[in-house]
């Protein structure tokens, strides 16, 4: 199943009509009246943070992360699926110039976007309490089993197997 999703998440850049949930989120029309679809660097970047974050689901419970060897589950950060497919700008420390970090980029943000609006994934934030104040953690990103189903191609009692086996 994961296989299948990954080749319908790839097969989108070039054929937009094949995932319509993403492919005409623009809302604006060509001038013979139909839909118009997205830009192919949209798509592009779309493909590639679809493709990551499906091959890092969890499908038990549809998050996006893995388990560590105590049982605990370490949600994925967005700098790391954007580290995965190469979405990244260097982000430099005024304070310490040698310090370079490789952050996600505003591409990368606009395909997440895109992804959320289409109701592919729902993120939720996370903060801690510290002595300075509030601190970000990474944010738990869910996806949708629905847009799953309708990306593969998968009913839902096949879903519901997979699920199961996971």
Do not use: H
Not at 56 to 81: H, M, P
Not at 87 to 112: H, I, M, Y
Not at 150 to 162: F, I, S
């Amino acid at each position: 199943i994961i296989s299948k999703l990954l080749k319908r998440a790839e097969a989108y850049f070039a054929d937009p009509a094949s995932v319509p949930l993403l492919a005409y989120l623009g809302g604006k029309k060509n001038r013979d009246g139909s839909p118009r679809q997205n830009r192919s660097e949209g798509r592009e970047a779309e493909a590639l943070i679809l493709s990551a974050i499906i091959a890092a689901t969890d499908f038990k419970s549809l998050r996006v992360g893995s388990y560590t060897a105590r049982g605990e589950f370490n949600n994925l950060s967005f700098d790391d699926i954007a580290r995965r497919v190469s979405l990244t700008r260097v982000k430099k420390d005024p304070n310490n110039p040698q310090l370079v970090e490789q952050v996600a980029s505003s591409r990368f943000w606009r395909g997440v976007a895109r992804l959320k609006r289409a109701g592919a994934i729902e993120i939720y934030e996370q903060f801690e309490e510290t002595p300075d104040g509030k601190r970000g953690r990474p944010a738990i990103t869910t996806v949708s089993e629905k847009f799953l189903r309708r990306l593969g191609g998968l009913t839902k009692p096949a879903m519901k197997a997979v699920r199961t086996k996971a």
